[in-house]
């Protein structure tokens, strides 16, 4: 019995180093506070050793996950903070919000604000996008007489949605490139997922809650004289911006599926692949942008040139810990364990959009970041997908599969969950009761989307 237990021990040697790695990497960022990207690296490593590499093998094998990965991240995440910053710095972001919100009728405007969050997260960051419409959501509170979260949470349902389904954010890249699907494909099936997704968990959910009187009033923080929040907007700069937020999703979705959809080689299909790929998509919508809006006057150059250096500054740390995901997924790789593993799960039956989704969905209760449980979900998932023999649309629903997950349950370990805490005034128990169960029915009706097109696919 005990040569038996020696022999499958042996034999699974990679798995088992793997499935330690990741408790390991776990409790660094829970119990010992650790960034990610350290705590990726170190995983990374003793997974490595402990499958029997030797430690030149096992560095090399990081060296090699990390430059793959960001060779095809890097330029993309970077671009996009930029043309986040190029919209946004224009006015575009706010005077959009405010146009598409002009109504007078309550439930309506909590709708468009769900549609609202889906299309401006696209070029900002969470955070900064909740930050620049925070006192539209007051607004709306003053101006109806209710709960500022009966307005907050359809957008931050649509703000949460897109940043975690539709690249170009750095999750959905990171996971693009992890599976090694097409842009395209994760653009086309994340808008899809998304939309329903944000609708849900933001205007439906809210509508529900108002009803039931279930949404806390809070203490909202008051901001005086707010840079993002102009009396006055133009109309003409609302409907610039949403061009310039569609213009980079058109042509890389158009880049995916010219071909597919019966073009035939030719000087225009070229053209349109050429336009779609994700840098040159990227690079045409910052230029679009910075004619668009672009400032008139020295000092509005000046501000906007810091404005861009300042979006960089997150992007080293997204970068970083991108690289670390992808580190661990060459480990895998490498040390058969991600072979091991794919083999077991399907040997059970266990799809592998079941699989993403599950992987995410632990990983966001455990450590609280959505972009990195994406990428290390991502990491894992990858051998189980590759072993299944998936087409890219299936890669790219698998993808879904795993942004959904790492959407849903933002509880206390989750700084976002902290943001809305503050800016709303609530207690820990109200923003639970209120913004964790909205993520989870958005991330849990992203998944259900997901997996309903699945088979069509």
């Not at 993309?76 to 190029?86: D, E, R, T």
Request: charge should be neutral; include cysteine.
């Amino acid at each position: 019995m005990g040569d038996l237990t020696i022999n499958w021990i042996i034999e699974n040697r990679a798995l088992l180093s793997m499935l330690f790695s990741i408790l390991a990497l776990i409790i660094l960022i829970i119990r010992s506070k650790m960034h990610p990207f350290p705590a990726l690296l170190i995983a990374g490593i003793a997974a490595a050793l402990g499958a029997g590499l030797a430690p030149a093998e096992a560095i090399a094998a990081v060296v090699k996950g990390m430059g793959g990965t960001l060779g095809g991240v890097a330029a993309i995440i970077g671009l996009g903070a930029m043309f986040g910053v190029l919209v946004e710095h224009g006015g575009g972001v706010t005077a959009l919000a405010r146009y598409v919100t002009r109504g007078e009728h309550s439930g309506l405007t909590r709708w468009t604000l769900g549609i609202v969050g889906v299309i401006v997260a696209i070029p900002v960051f969470f955070d900064v996008a909740f930050i620049i419409l925070f006192p539209l959501i007051l607004a709306f509170a003053k101006r109806f007489s209710l709960a500022p979260l009966a307005f907050g949470l359809p957008l931050l349902a649509g703000l949460a949605g897109a940043h975690a389904f539709i690249p170009p954010t750095p999750g959905p890249i990171a996971v693009a490139q992890q599976l090694q699907v097409e842009l395209g494909w994760v653009m086309l099936f994340g808008v899809i997922a998304c939309v329903p997704a944000a609708l849900i968990g933001g205007p439906i959910y809210a509508n529900i809650a108002l009803r039931k009187g279930w949404l806390p009033t809070g203490n909202p923080l008051q901001l005086v004289n707010n840079e993002h929040d102009p009396k006055e907007f133009d109309p003409h700069i609302a409907k610039i911006a949403l061009g310039l937020v569609l213009l980079p999703l058109l042509l890389i979705i158009f880049g995916a599926i010219a071909r597919p959809l019966g073009f035939s080689d030719s000087i225009f299909l070229d053209i349109i692949e050429t336009a779609g790929l994700p840098v040159i998509a990227l690079l045409i919508a910052c230029g679009a942008a910075f004619f668009a809006m672009r400032p008139s006057n020295d000092e509005g150059r000046a501000a906007l040139r810091t404005a861009i250096e300042k979006s960089l500054e997150p992007v080293g740390v997204i970068l970083l810990v991108t690289g670390a995901g992808g580190a661990f997924k060459q480990v895998l790789v490498d040390t058969g364990a991600g072979q091991s593993l794919a083999d077991a799960t399907l040997t059970f039956g266990i799809t592998p959009i079941f699989c993403g989704f599950l992987i995410a969905l632990l990983l966001r209760i455990a450590q609280g970041s959505a972009t990195a449980a994406m990428i290390t979900a991502a990491s894992l998932t990858y051998p189980i997908a590759a072993a299944a023999g998936l087409n890219q649309p299936q890669l790219a629903l698998v993808a879904v599969a795993i942004a959904g997950g790492a959407t849903a349950c933002s509880h206390v370990n989750d700084s976002g969950f902290w943001l809305i805490n503050r800016y709303f005034g609530l207690t820990t128990a109200e923003t639970i009761k209120s913004w964790s169960i909205s993520s989870t029915l958005t991330g849990v009706t992203g998944f259900i989307v997901a997996l309903l097109l699945y088979p069509f696919v």
